[in-house]
T-cell receptor
Framework: KQEVTQIPAALSVPEGENLVLNCSFT??????LQWFRQDPGKGLTSLLL?????REQTSGRLNASLDKSSGRSTLYIAASQPGDSATYLC???????????FGKGTHLIIQP | NAGVTQTPKFQVLKTGQSMTLQCAQD?????MSWYRQDPGMGLRLIHY???????DQGEVPNGYNVSRSTTEDFPLRLLSAAPSQTSVYFC???????????FGDGTRLSIL
């Protein structure tokens, strides 16, 4: 059974800092890994999806890496802004044939 | 550009009542799934479908039924609501298993 863990559970940093969110998974036989953002009371927005053949994926100030051998992924946020405040979720296949297993998320606060 | 639409957004039920949560997508996606999100538990997969006429159970299927008669719709039925089913329910879809999943805004359900 796939298990996904996210560290830290919460993070508060001043605006402008670069930061790294961590995700680990137990079953490395995954074909992709996805990072989401969730704002309070809202649904999930897909940020980045990394295929198993890739090591990195970038979108604007976001960069996600995937290391299947170690069972780890990181989400790097450059030059953080108050608008980046949200909960960030990591998800890997393993909840069913095409379902996802989610981590519990990192609650991020960017202080103005 | 509707994406994944969930109705209703909010619902309060009494124990023992039944109801159907609706999910529709206009992206012609084959894969659809239902998750519930509970504090401290993260998102957990309830049921999923890989195409019209095909459904399967996820991690927490008890007390829920699904059907997939069309590509667009994937309703979730609560047969006899229980307080333990109080949660936020999310529907998701994707074109293929290795493509990003798109989420609806959720249905917030309270069972009294």
């Amino acid at each position: 059974k796939q298990e996904v863990t996210q560290i830290p559970a919460a993070l508060s940093v001043p605006e402008g800092e670069n930061l790294v969110l961590n995700c680990s998974f137990t079953d490395s036989a995954i074909y992709n890994l996805q990072w989401f953002r969730q704002d309070p009371g809202k649904g999930l927005t897909s940020l980045l999806l990394i295929q198993s053949s890739q090591r990195e994926q970038t979108s604007g100030r976001l960069n996600a890496s995937l290391d299947k051998s170690s069972g780890r992924s990181t989400l790097y946020i450059a030059a953080s802004q108050p608008g980046d405040s949200a909960t960030y979720l990591c998800a890997a296949p393993g909840g069913g044939a095409d379902g996802l297993t989610f981590g519990k998320g990192t609650h991020l606060i960017i202080q103005p | 550009n509707a994406g994944v639409t969930q109705t209703p957004k909010f619902q309060v039920l009494k124990t023992g009542q039944s109801m159907t949560l609706q999910c529709a997508q206009d992206m012609n996606h084959e894969y659809m799934s239902w998750y519930r999100q509970d504090p401290g538990m993260g998102l957990r997969l309830i049921h999923y479908s890989v195409g019209a006429g095909i459904t399967d159970q996820g991690e927490v299927p008890n007390g829920y039924n699904v059907s997939r008669s069309t590509t667009e719709d994937f309703p979730l039925r609560l047969l006899s609501a229980a307080p333990s089913q109080t949660s936020v329910y999310f529907c998701a879809s994707s074109s293929r298993s290795n493509q990003p999943q798109h989420f609806g805004d959720g249905t917030r359900l309270s069972i009294l």
